[in-house]
């Protein structure tokens, strides 16, 4: 692809390539433990209080963790990357996620062996070839209604 307009293409392109392992490759199929291939170790997730009641976490670990209890809530979670847009250190994904509520509580709810459906965008930063920070914010309205939370 090589530069255009001072832009080099073939950077903004592997910046895309990390961020779709880590969606397809990994969130996907529950492989938690090879997150550290694509995240820093000072990575941090910047987002609406999840299954961790947390806005922030911070560090490679902790993040685990927080993926770890999203997906004993939502085992099956899967994400439809629907648009991916990259400048400079950042990629921007629109997605879909669907996941079957059959493990542990969700925002306070109790599983309800509900399959949901909802939609989010998430903003990325990579250094180095790895995912440092990331921004994501989901319809978590949509999300309660589902569950019957509301």
């Keep these: 692809m090589g ?3 001072g832009v ?6 592997e910046n895309k ?3 779709r392992r880590f969606l397809l490759d990994i969130y996907n199929t529950g492989k938690i433990e ?3 291939e694509v995240c820093g170790d000072d990575y941090v997730w910047h987002g609406e209080a999840g299954p961790t ?9 902790n993040f685990k963790e927080a993926l770890s209890d999203f997906k004993n809530a939502m085992p099956d979670a899967k994400v439809t990357i629907h ?8 990629v921007v994904v ?19 062996g509900k399959r949901i459906t909802w939609t989010g965008i998430c903003i990325y930063r990579i250094a180095n070839g790895k995912l440092v ?3 994501f914010n989901e319809d978590s309205l949509s999300i309660l209604q589902q569950l019957g939370g509301l």
């Design 3 to 5: 530069e255009y307009m």
């Design 8 to 13: 080099d293409m073939n950077a903004l392109e």
């Design 17 to 19: 390539k990390i961020v």
């Design 34 to 36: 090879l997150v550290g």
């Design 53 to 61: 009641e947390k806005n922030e976490v911070r560090g490679l670990e």
């Design 83 to 90: 648009d991916m847009v990259a400048e400079g250190d950042k």
């Design 94 to 112: 629109r997605i879909t996620e669907t996941g079957m509520h059959t493990g542990a509580p969700f925002a306070g709810v109790p599983p309800t």
């Design 133 to 135: 920070e990331e921004w």
